[in-house]
């Protein structure tokens, strides 16, 4: 049996980065030792800070998220109620485990010029260019440098849908990730049909990645 190389894609929370809409950016408000030791008056009745080590309590942290912030997968329910020409769309505590841990193939198209979109023959080029057939259950990494632009102002989503969502998923992938912090999950037919491309801004030019299922 072989052995699998993880690979860590994950990025931290951080409070405030410019990575949604505003009403989206995740919120984290760090409570210290001092207010933690009048926090746990209320848990323990009847204990002072006196009591405590040094007087103080346990740090902790009040988050704000929603379910897009960091690291995240998106299911086709995200996306909308019904898959698969009208079959319902699965929710994400309903994906199964194996779509997460497969082999992953990195399709790079960082040459493309801003605002380009990603076809299906563009990924077909560069299958052929890598020497690589997706298989079942690969997960499929579209590279498009709008990685370089993460964390700064101005990053934002845009795009229409030309098919090219649907290729990979058609060859019996079962993920698609793009230059974000964002992994799609899908069936075999995309939600929308033709699949729907983002273009993430990246240092004044735009990144192609794919979305949607």
Known sequence: MSRKRFIDLSIAIESGLPSDPPMMIPKIDYRDHMEGAEQMKDFFPGIKKEQLPGGLGWAFEMLWLTT???TH???PYHYHPTMDHGNRALTIDEIPLEWCFNDGVVLDFRHMADGERIRVKDIKQELERIQYT?????IV???TGADEAWGERG???EGGGDGQGKHPLSCGARGKGGG???LELGPSTSVFGQGVPVYRRSKGRLGS?????
Do not use: E, M, T
């Not at 997706?134 to 690969?138: A, G, M, N, T």
């Not at 990645?209 to 299922?213: H, L, S, Y």
């Open 209 to 213: 990645a794919f979305r949607g299922n």
């Open 155 to 157: 990053v934002s989503c």
């Open 134 to 138: 997706i298989k079942p259950l690969d």
């Open 73 to 75: 997968l998106d299911a």
């Open 68 to 70: 897009h912030s960091g």
């Open 141 to 143: 990494l579209i590279q």
């Open 180 to 182: 974000d912090r964002c």
